[in-house]
């Protein structure tokens, strides 16, 4: 059975996807096993995780076609934020009422919303909290990943634009009352 390259790039981008949400379970479990021990281990799973988010979106958009897994993306996007916010929990660098209560928070807003953009505004103090983290105790991987992501914004400006201001739109309509 032959493939063609599209068929390839659309496997390709599933396979990223799948292999973000199993990065997710990965820091889990290191935070339920080992806590705070491997939190070199885990920052390598998180930066791991996001190029792979990077690359399956480029792989997908590559492929012209929908891709199989395509349709989860967002929700891997969100199982991994929440996972690292996990580890983050479970080894002790954020208080478990703080992390229950800011979750339950999260739960009813985006339930009673139904907003991607709302959802968003939810991960981005996790991932901003998953940094400063990073910058204190794995600094080296912190200031790689650092660049990494300063290259791919300056690569993907025009795209990162777009999303970004879409998503403000999406909040200010909503926090006029619009739909």
């Given at each position: 059975m032959k493939i063609d390259k599209y068929t390839l790039y659309a496997r390709v981008a599933d396979g990223l996807t799948l292999f973000r949400a199993l990065t997710g379970?990965?820091?889990?479990?290191?935070?339920?096993?080992?806590?705070?021990?491997?939190?070199?281990?885990?920052?390598?799973?998180?930066?791991?995780?996001?190029?792979?988010?990077?690359?399956?979106?480029a792989?997908?958009?590559?492929?012209?076609?929908?891709?199989?897994?395509?349709?989860?993306?967002?929700?891997?996007?969100?199982?991994?934020?929440?996972?690292?916010f996990g580890y983050l929990t479970m080894a002790g660098y954020i208080p478990w009422p703080l992390a229950l209560l800011y979750t339950l928070i999260a739960m009813i807003i985006v339930a009673l919303v139904q907003r991607k953009a709302v959802v968003i505004v939810f991960m981005r103090p996790i991932d901003l909290t998953t940094g400063l983290i990073a910058?204190?105790?794995?600094?080296?991987?912190?200031?790689?990943?650092?660049?990494?992501?300063?290259?791919?914004?300056?690569?993907?400006?025009?795209?990162?634009?777009?999303?970004?201001?879409?998503?403000?739109?999406?909040?200010?309509?909503?926090?006029?009352?619009?739909?």
């Open positions: 379970v990965a820091i889990l479990y290191e935070g339920w096993k080992y806590g705070r021990n491997s939190v070199h281990q885990v920052a390598i799973y998180i930066i791991i995780g996001w190029i792979a988010d990077a690359l399956d979106g792989f997908a958009r590559r492929s012209g076609q929908r891709t199989y897994l395509g349709r989860y993306d967002f929700l891997v996007d969100v199982f991994l934020t929440w996972a690292t910058f204190r105790y794995v600094p080296e991987l912190a200031l790689l990943f650092g660049l990494w992501l300063i290259g791919l914004g300056i690569v993907r400006w025009r795209r990162v634009k777009t999303r970004v201001r879409g998503w403000i739109r999406e909040l200010i309509a909503l926090l006029r009352g619009q739909s």
